[in-house]
Structure formats: C-alpha cells, structure tokens
C-alpha cells in the first residue's frame, strides 16, 4: 500500500513552453501533497504544499507564478512549470500524506526529470 | 526551527563490512526522524523512522538506528554491507512545531567495493 505515482518520468522541453507533471496517489486518499526540487548531487528542498481544494503554500523563495500547483481531488496533484528556462532543469519528486495515516510520514513518488533546452 | 547534519557527505566500505551513515538534528519540539534511501533516479524509499517509541528501530534490508536524544543523534548502521547498498541516504526531521515538514540532511553517498 501507500504507492505514489509521477508521469512523466522524464521530459525534455525547449525554453518558453510549460510543463505539466502529475502526482497520483494510487491507493489512498492524500489529504496533502508536496513538491520537492532536487539539483544534481544535493539534497531535495521542499518547493510547496498543498492540501486538496485550497490553494499552495510555497516556501520562501519559490515563485507561485511560475510553479503552479493544483491539487484538485484527494488522489491527484500537479505541477506546472510555466515559460521553463533552462535554470529550471531539476529532478522534480512529490509526496502524499494520508490523514488517516502517521501525520507525519510522506510517500514518495519515483520523480520526474526535467531538461530545458 | 529544525535541521539535520549528515557529517559524511560520501562513505566508503568493503562488500561484508558494517556500514555506519552519522545524523545529527536540531529540534525545538519533539521530532520524528527518518531514514530514506535513493537509488540514482530514483525516488526515495523508507528504510525506517523513530516516532517517540523505541529508542532502537528496526528497518528494512538489515538496517538500523539508534535515537540519541542526549546526543541529539540518530545514526543508521548495518552490520554487513550489500553491492546493492550502494545508494544515497537522507536523514530527516520532522516535527509539529515546524507544522510536520520534513526537513532533509544533506546526504551520504555510500560506495560498496566488492
């Protein structure tokens, strides 16, 4: 139990267009969900929050504009990455949080790989 | 606030020997602590969490650590290391002060030599 999903696995882009990456909870209901952004070699740095039907609270220094979150139903999150630059390249990963769970443990999904070109 | 300090950034060990991965973590409140491993592009996979029971957890795949609260350290160690050990590990905090947000250390790269 407790699977998370991402799609795509991977994607590459030319700079200026968006990019869509989903975030499923395959068999449970994910009260909230996280973004994470890690760089080659580092550690992952919590991008956002949500928590299904409000909006995002973002981290300090992440811009909502250009990161936007929607988490519409209990089993799904997304992330879009909008007029991605090449600075944007990053292995992106999510994570869900059951409320009928440990508060306090997050599963994690396989991660997408983002290249801007 | 909260952190965690993972004091080797890269480890190395023989196939068979112990593995030893040292965390130290700040927190003004009680904290859970995990342990995750990542395989390269991979997501992250539990290996185990302390959440104020036993002071020793038992993970998956052999792995264990210890809570130290006086010494604020949560160390993972194996007995006998595993070709397929070789992996980053992330020690992370997480506590209710800090609205149950994992915080992440800054990982150990563990290299297996046979």
């Known amino acids: 139990g407790a699977v998370v999903s991402q799609h795509p696995s991977r994607v590459i882009c030319k700079s200026g267009t968006s990019v869509k990456i989903e975030c499923r909870s395959l068999d449970f209901q994910a009260t909230t969900m996280f973004w994470y952004r890690q760089f080659p070699k580092q550690s992952l740095m919590l991008m956002a929050t949500s928590n299904e039907g409000s909006k995002a609270t973002y981290e300090q220094g992440v811009e909502k504009d250009k990161f936007l979150i929607n988490h519409a139903s209990l089993t799904l999150s997304t992330l879009t990455v909008t007029s991605a630059h090449p600075e944007d390249s990053s292995f992106y990963i999510c994570?869900?949080?059951?409320?009928?769970?440990?508060?306090?443990?997050?599963?994690f999904g396989p991660g997408t790989r983002l290249t801007v070109l | 606030a909260q952190s965690v300090t993972q004091l080797d950034s890269h480890v190395s060990v023989s196939e068979g020997t112990p593995v030893l991965l040292r965390c130290n973590y700040s927190s003004s409140y009680s904290p859970s602590l995990f342990w995750y491993v990542q395989h390269p592009n991979k997501g992250l996979q539990l290996l185990l969490k302390y959440t104020s029971a036993a002071t020793l957890v038992k993970g998956i795949n052999g792995f264990e650590a210890e809570f130290k609260k006086s010494e604020t350290s949560f160390h993972l160690t194996k007995p006998s290391a595993h070709m397929s050990d070789a992996a980053e590990y992330f020690c992370v905090v997480s506590s209710r002060a800090a609205g149950n947000k994992l915080t992440f250390g800054g990982g150990t790269r563990v290299l297996v030599k046979p």
């Open positions: 994570s869900a949080r059951s409320g009928a769970r440990d508060y306090n443990e997050q599963f």
